[in-house]
């Protein structure tokens, strides 16, 4: 719900222009990464994987980059939309045998 | 999500009283995962489970005892609950499911919101 939200950092955006949302993952040796959307009372929902043994990884309207090097990991949505209004979050996994570690989350906010 | 389900959906609870969440889940799916939700703090793990009968503990255990009897259905119990339990609690499933389709990104359920006054 609403009360998710608090505390988080957010990142505002101008419909129709390019969104990007960081995230610095901790284990130098996680294999997976995800990144999540959740609407305000609902489930976080899959956007979109990239294994470590890759960069970049694009989907429709989204893309994600994966620097190894620094530990970073960024989702870039194209175009925003007022739908893409949400909590986004990264996770990752050590191996696949691993439970997800999720970070903490970054609002975005569409203004129409 | 179709074919995860959690109930109740909200629930109020006094201090000390046991509560159990339950998560069901038609895909059948090998891993089951219960998650805590709180401002500040983004999904922490409470249990998960890789099979019936199997279960281990994940980075907020304390408090909290889970079961698996069958694939589809993974509970937590709230031994004895809290204020600082007060939260919105996800379930989520991954793994080989039920079409032979390995899911290694979660599907998650629509959450618990539980209150404990």
């Known amino acids: 719900g609403e009360s998710v939200g608090l505390h988080l950092p957010t990142l505002s955006v101008q419909e129709g222009d390019n969104s990007i949302i960081n995230c610095a993952y901790s284990n130098s040796a996680s294999d997976y990464f995800i990144w999540y959307k959740q609407e305000s009372g609902k489930g976080p929902q899959f956007i979109i994987d990239i294994r470590s043994n890759m960069d970049k990884r694009q989907g429709q309207r989204v893309t994600v980059l994966l620097n190894k090097t620094v530990k970073h990991l960024s989702l870039q949505i194209a175009a925003t939309q007022p739908g893409d209004s949400a909590v986004y979050f990264c996770?990752?996994?050590?191996?696949?045998?691993?439970?997800?570690?999720f970070g903490k989350g970054t609002r975005l906010s569409v203004i129409a | 999500d179709a074919g995860i389900t959690q109930s109740p959906r909200h629930k109020v609870t006094e201090t000390g009283t046991p509560v159990t969440l339950r998560c069901h889940q038609t895909e059948n799916h090998r891993y089951m995962y219960w998650y805590r939700q709180d401002p500040g703090h983004g999904l922490r793990l409470i249990h998960y489970s890789y099979g019936v009968k199997d279960t281990d503990k994940g980075e907020v255990s304390d408090g909290y005892s889970v079961s698996r009897s069958k694939t589809e259905d993974f509970l937590l119990t709230l031994e004895s609950a809290t204020s600082s339990q007060t939260s919105v609690y996800f379930c989520?499933?991954?793994?080989?499911?039920?079409?032979?389709?390995?899911?290694?990104?979660?599907?998650f359920g629509s959450g618990t919101r539980l209150t404990v006054v």
């Open positions: 989520a499933i991954s793994g080989l499911g039920s079409q032979g389709l390995v899911n290694y990104g979660y599907t």
């Open positions: 996770a990752e996994m050590g191996n696949i045998n691993t439970p997800l570690v």
